[in-house]
């Protein structure tokens, strides 16, 4: 018969009330296992004993230095400009780390902590492991999860600002604004309220500054805001009325 324990005396009593049953199931923990096995016809066994190290995974969770996972691109570069950071979460000495983009793994890339300095796609999905150092440790690796996974996704402030007014001398003059840019923007002129469209009718005679939003974060992070200043439309009298009675 093959009986195991886990402690030495009941092995050496062949106590078996005290062995280890369901051993498929069996949730070990870190410690030292024996082994009995006896012969039923001359009772003579023999004991043998093997130790079992369990070591916990660690649970990477990525979060950035800055709070949001937008990292601000000038127009139309390639390099982040926002000193985005992402962060493994993990503090404990005696690990090295995998970082990955959209899968690939990012040679060099071994620190609890990554720095995203270039971005040349839309978005990118970054994910990190965390490895144990054998030794001290087992060289454990962790499991990518949903909280080990980051979408870094690229936006940045407007380029190249422009504009022109049309109906120039009309009631209705129409200023409408151009510009480039990585992002999703929303204009507004003066102390006006926000819009998504770059066309501003009606607009009042005089000299005004054109605000361009970057609003690509549902979560209202920006990479900031452009503007153009000294924006003016103009207009003149259609008749005279020199003793001013309002009449041509």
Known sequence: VVEFYDNQTSA??????NALTDLENYQVHTGTYWVRVENLVTGCYQL????VTIEKLARPV???NTGSNIACVTWPTT???????????ITAPNYTFNWYADGTLIPGANSATYPVTDINADSVTYTVEAVSVNPPLLGCTSVITPAS???VIKSGQAANLNYTVTNAFAENQVITVTNDGYGVYQYSMDDGPRQMSPIFENVSIGTHTIYVWDTLSPDGYSCGVQLIEDVETIDYPHYFTPNYDGIH
């Not at 390099?79 to 979460?89: E, K, P, Q, R």
């Open 12 to 17: 050496e009593a062949g106590i078996s009330t």
């Open 48 to 51: 043998d004993s093997f130790k």
């Open 62 to 64: 990525i979060t950035s």
């Open 79 to 89: 390099t982040v400009v926002n000193n985005l950071i992402l962060d493994s979460g």
């Open 149 to 151: 996974t980051f979408d």
